[in-house]
């Protein structure tokens, strides 16, 4: 008898550890615990006055989280997302996996193989699998995004203009031209002295950022991969290598280079030649695989984000690489009478 009850409760207790994850899911990120207050945190309450936040406090959907001058605190949320808020800060709690950023300054750090989060900046959309971004929505309406490690989709709501940002790339929103300028690379070694980051405990990310900073390094570096193949092309240096020296050596290593590190490659070799940008980017574009999509190694992720519960508003699919943006201009209502393409008729 006792061995046939050990049988029948066996499977319903593996069918319950796979149904757990896959229930507690949807509410992932409708309630977090206060993990950290720095100086002034206040609870916003749905209809009810602001009070001061206590750590280890439960803050649930429907609330507001604030922070004052000079201050910061770090949320975590029942599938371990972290998410940090800086000074002057203004966070809502949301549902599914929607994050919404009112205002202000923020880290947010979704683990790997959860589904990944989207998170909204105003007009701006972030769709983000597992990842670690830096964040700042200024009251001008201008959005900072930059990506430590992972990859992320971000794109304007209502322009559909979409950009893949990778690690140690910022993107910027600007709200004059309602559209996102092109990725830019950034030192993730200086971005680690965000108060986000030194004054919190370490991230469950930071080996993947310290990966990411260390392949920059074996690239860009002096007596980097770079630097050397530049030597073999009869080059003394990079700074002294032609232009047909710097691309025969750059070309050398874009062959060789796995697909997952050429952006760094580009990234290094921009950084090293600014000079030659279009000609890295074009040599870049040559060699790109086609099928290539946004997520990379977090690909499995993101399809799982996609079809959490079916019910998340669906984003574009990432291009396989950025465009350049396209300059914004504005047109004429009408157009000029006496312009130089269409000369006045005087009946002749």
Known sequence: MERRCTLL?????????????????????????????????????????????????????????????????????????????????????????????????????????????????????????????????????????????????????????????????????????????????????????????????????APLIQDEIQTYHQVATPNGDLDRAVRAAGAASIEAATPDQFMQAFNSLLVRYPPSQVRTLVAGAIRARPDLTDRINAAAGRVRPAHVRGYGKDAKDYKSYKEYKGKEVALPECPPYNQPVQPFIIAPLTPQINSPEQPPNNGH
Do not use: H
């Open 9 to 205: 409760i066996a499977p319903v207790a593996f069918a319950l550890v796979n149904w757990l994850p896959n229930s507690l899911s949807a509410e992932d990120l409708e309630e977090a615990k206060v993990t950290q207050v720095i100086q002034e945190v206040k609870v916003v309450p749905s209809g009810a006055a602001a009070r001061p936040a206590a750590v280890n406090e439960t803050v649930r959907r429907g609330n507001a989280v604030q922070t004052g001058t000079q201050s910061r605190s770090e949320l975590t949320f029942r599938d371990e997302t972290i998410t940090r808020l800086g000074e002057k800060t203004i966070y809502n709690i949301g549902g599914g996996r929607t994050i919404d950023m009112g205002s202000g300054q923020f880290l947010l750090y979704v683990p790997k193989n959860k589904g990944g989060a989207k998170v909204k900046m105003g007009p701006v959309t972030a769709a983000i699998t597992g990842t670690t971004v830096l964040g700042n929505v200024f009251p001008s309406g201008i959005v900072e995004f930059t990506v430590l490690e992972g990859s992320a989709c971000i794109s304007v709501d209502r322009m559909g203009q979409t950009l893949l940002v990778m690690p140690g790339q910022m993107v910027v929103y600007d709200p004059i031209s309602m559209r996102l300028e092109d990725p830019v690379e950034v030192d993730l070694q200086q971005e680690l002295s965000s108060p986000l980051i030194r004054d919190f405990r370490q991230l469950p990310s």
